[in-house]
């Protein structure tokens, strides 16, 4: 039997994945330069969200670590307030691996190959999905060497 909190959770997620959904109904407009269209990359992160939430049914059981909980704070928001005033700032390219293990560390992983392998694989994704395929150009910073390191690792990409 699956905990009320997971059903609640999985719930909350399909509102959100539907109302997103429904918003890119209002901007499925044809590019001339994207064969895609205007909601083709939203409606890839909402079926990304939904594979997630789903994933998360299927675990099912959960397991709640106190010693883990005691650490999680106001500060644990506050990391990600600081990634969003830094990240426009600094780059995307730049802030985020740097928060993804931060704040992987934050939450009490201390494996440090873990966090590496973590942090890579998904900075590799969503460059493959953002740069690839999609052709979304992510912020490159407003800082200067933080432009320029941003611009040249997006050049160096493509």
């Known amino acids: 039997m699956m905990a009320r909190s997971t059903v609640l959770e999985f719930?909350?997620?399909l509102l959100l994945i539907v109302g997103g959904l429904i918003l890119t109904c209002q901007f499925d407009g044809q590019l001339s330069n994207y064969k895609y269209g205007a909601a083709g990359w939203p409606r890839v992160v909402?079926?990304?969200?939904?594979?997630l939430a789903m994933a998360q049914v299927l675990k099912g059981s959960?397991?709640?670590?106190?010693?883990?909980?005691?650490r999680i704070s106001y500060s644990s928001f506050l990391i990600p307030l600081l990634y969003l005033f830094f990240m426009p700032r600094m780059g995307f390219y730049i802030s985020t691996p740097l928060f993804l293990g931060g704040y992987m560390g934050f939450l009490g992983e201390s494996r440090l190959?873990?966090?590496?392998?973590?942090v890579f694989l998904a900075y590799f994704f969503v460059m493959l999905i953002f740069?690839?395929?999609?052709?979304?150009?992510?912020?490159v910073?407003?800082?200067g060497g933080f432009y320029e390191i941003n611009s040249y690792l997006v050049a160096w990409i493509k």
């Open 113 to 118: 190959l873990h966090i590496m392998s973590s």
């Open 141 to 143: 910073g407003s800082w």
């Open 62 to 70: 959960r397991t709640v670590d106190y010693n883990m909980t005691s």
């Open 46 to 51: 909402l079926v990304f969200m939904f594979i």
């Open 11 to 13: 719930g909350v997620w």
């Open 131 to 139: 740069l690839k395929l999609l052709f979304v150009p992510l912020p």
